[in-house]
Each structure stands twice: as C-alpha cells, then as structure tokens.
C-alpha cells in the first residue's frame, strides 16, 4: 500500500520560512515525476511545483516563483518543498502527490502565515 505523509507545517510570519517533507512507504519518488500541492478550503487544489524522476525542478506556478524550491533526496526517498519570503496567500494545506495520476493523497500539512 502506498502512503505518503506530509510534515513540516506551521504557522509563521509573513517573510518567515519553512520546509515542507513529504516521506513515502510502498512508493519510489525517483520513478515518479512529483509534484507539491495546496488546497485553501472552497478553492480548487492547486499544483506549486513538480519536479522529475532526476531530482530537477520542472516547474513552479507563478505566484511562488524564486520564493519556493522542491528537491528530491532519493537516498532518502523524501520530497521537499523549501519556502521563503512566505506570504499570507501562502496559507493552505500542502500536499505531495504523483504527477500527473495524483493517485496518492494523504493528510497534508497546514502552513498559516499570519503576523
């Protein structure tokens, strides 16, 4: 059974930084291309950033661009998702997930930034 669980969350204040973790059982990130995601309640889950089976980063969307960075420690076997400069948009409950099937959700992490 595939699980991946998401950890790292926390409330911090605007222009403060986090890493995000995302740890797997059953699952091989570097067979995978990845992605990180968020989810703000009564909005659609969005995609922040993918990366490949390689450990490089594909792409990120545009409102996180040179704030947020997704690695990959295949030794590991762990996601990351570094942010800084972090926002109150910001706030949501990320995820990690496959790309593009998006197959494996699991409990998220909550990020607030809030002063």
């Known amino acids: 059974e595939v699980q991946l669980v998401e950890s790292g969350g926390g409330e911090v204040p605007p222009g403060g930084s986090l890493r995000l973790s995302c740890a797997a059982s059953?699952?091989?990130?570097?067979?995978?291309?990845m992605g990180w995601y968020r989810q703000v309640p009564g909005l659609a889950c969005e995609r922040v950033a993918r990366i490949n089976t390689r450990g490089s980063a594909i792409d990120y969307t545009d409102s996180v661009k040179r704030r947020f960075t997704i690695s990959l420690d295949s030794a590991k076997n762990t996601l990351y998702l570094r942010m800084t400069s972090l926002k109150p948009e910001d706030t949501a409950v990320y995820y990690c997930?496959?790309?593009?099937?998006?197959?494996?959700w699991g409990q998220g992490t909550q990020v607030t930034v809030s002063s």
């Open positions: 997930n496959e790309y593009p099937k998006e197959n494996y």
């Open positions: 059953g699952f091989t990130f570097s067979s995978y291309t």
